[in-house]
């Protein structure tokens, strides 16, 4: 099923689809750190994962962020930034990628995006759920939330993430619980050290 997902062809669709050297660095890291966070809770987990779907998901759920960003680095005018999602799935589906793994890109927002979300929120999104439906969506959705391509980029402790979308009401913080409970928390320091990002 993976074998076109080889880390080769994965960094070249990355280099293939980023606009510049600086932005490919920010989203290929950003998706080794997630790979490495999933890997780690499903090492210390009872789940039944497809680690190898939950490896490439990790490595191009975020392929849509690139279209967003201009060749000078910067977020394009008149962009949002929660479109990457499903700027992602249309790039995937558009490289032949099966569903199992287009769909990593566009169901790993925050903590999942209902319909009603989208509507309340006024995304600039087809109105639809953006949910996690299998155990490797949930887990990639969740490694995602512990770390942020903010400038400089950070890791976020469970602490901070939970506070953070706090703000999206209750039933967010729920969510989110529900899947610590399910997964754990994972060690953030020996990835602060690996990657040389500090965590908040």
Known sequence: MNMFYTPDA?????????????????????????????????????????????????????????????ADSK????VSYITHGTEGEAILKKEGSPENVWRFAAHHTGVGLTKQDVIDQKHPLP?????????EELLIMYADKFHSKTTPPYFNSFEWYRQDISQFGPDKVAKFEEMAQKFGVPE????????????R
């Open 10 to 70: 994965i960094e070249a669709l990355h280099r293939k689809y980023a606009p510049s050297d600086e932005v490919y660095d920010l989203v290929f890291t950003h998706c080794q750190i997630v790979r490495d966070i999933a890997i780690q809770l499903n090492s210390k987990g009872t789940f039944n994962i497809d680690i190898e779907l939950v490896t490439t998901g990790a490595m191009l759920h975020d392929i849509g962020v690139y279209p967003l960003f201009g």
């Open 75 to 78: 977020l394009r005018e008149g």
């Open 127 to 135: 109105v639809a759920d953006y949910l996690a439906e299998t155990d």
């Open 188 to 199: 953030l320091e020996p990835l602060s050290r690996k990657y040389g990002y500090e965590i």
